[in-house]
């Protein structure tokens, strides 16, 4: 590979790429401007980008093209949520700032009823059949796994469920001004939920170690894939 072949837009790139990188690393000096560069610009890109989709995916779409050529429901459905973010602009003015709670509560109760309702069916329950289809030895004798094993794994996850969750469990109060107390089973079974909830701190931090650590490799691989034969090349 030769600056000859090169072609500007990949020598732009790789360039620009290894001065960011750089700066990002200068980090490890202590805070800079060149770190402070680098994370505006990624900020700046990142907004940018999501700006630029929405437009092109989800206002261009659903909300310009109705507006100006849809059908008479398209029309109505479109100036539904113009009405509301008019009135959630409105909560910028204090003497106006009332008319915006009903969108902000429609905001709101959506954004919840979203959360509670990803979180249990798409968490909770199959959380829930997940642990009760480990128990079941019949599937495990279907697949070729002996189903002692299968068991003993079922009943490890079903402990470590259980237990976590009564490790949240902070006991009652005995009398008023009396701080919350838990009996001696309790103690034990929040003790060993306690155990299984630090091995999956442990867990989460190795992977996002491990993804971190790979993406580092990568970049560094690349930049000196990238440099090396341009210092190689007489």
């Known amino acids: ?11 732009a790139g790789a360039v620009c790429g290894l001065a960011f990188t750089l700066a990002v690393f200068s980090y490890l000096l202590g805070d800079n401007p060149l770190f402070r560069v680098a994370i505006a610009v990624f900020v700046g890109v990142t907004a940018a980008y999501a700006l630029v989709v ?12 109705p507006l100006l050529s849809g ?3 398209e029309l109505f459905f479109a100036l539904a949520p113009v009405g509301l973010s008019l009135l959630i602009f409105l909560k910028a003015f204090p003497k106006w700032s009332s008319l915006g709670n009903p969108a902000m509560a429609f905001l709101v109760g959506v954004g919840a009823a979203a959360a509670i309702g990803g979180a249990v069916l798409g968490t909770l329950i199959p959380q829930a059949n997940a ?16 189903w002692m094993i299968k068991l003993a794994e079922g009943t490890v996850i079903l402990v470590g469920t259980l237990s976590s969750l009564v ?5 009652s109060r005995r009398a008023p001004g ?8 309790i103690g034990v079974v929040s003790w060993v939920g306690q155990l299984f909830i630090a091995i999956a701190f442990g867990v989460l931090f190795a992977g996002v170690y491990a993804a971190a650590l ?12 990238f440099f090396l034969p341009l210092l190689a090349t007489p």
Request: glycine fraction near 6%; charged fraction near 15%; charge should be negative.
């Open 1 to 11: 590979m030769s600056l000859a072949g090169l072609n500007l837009a990949e020598l």
């Open 54 to 65: 929405t437009w092109y995916n989800v206002l261009w779409p659903q909300l310009v093209i």
């Open 71 to 73: 059908s008479r429901s």
């Open 131 to 146: 642990s009760i289809n480990l128990l079941d030895v019949q599937a495990a004798g279907q697949s070729g796994m002996p």
């Open 167 to 171: 490790y949240f469990h902070f006991g």
């Open 178 to 185: 009396e701080p919350p107390r838990r009996s001696e089973a």
């Open 214 to 225: 790979t993406a580092f490799l990568e970049r560094v691989q690349s930049i000196l894939a």
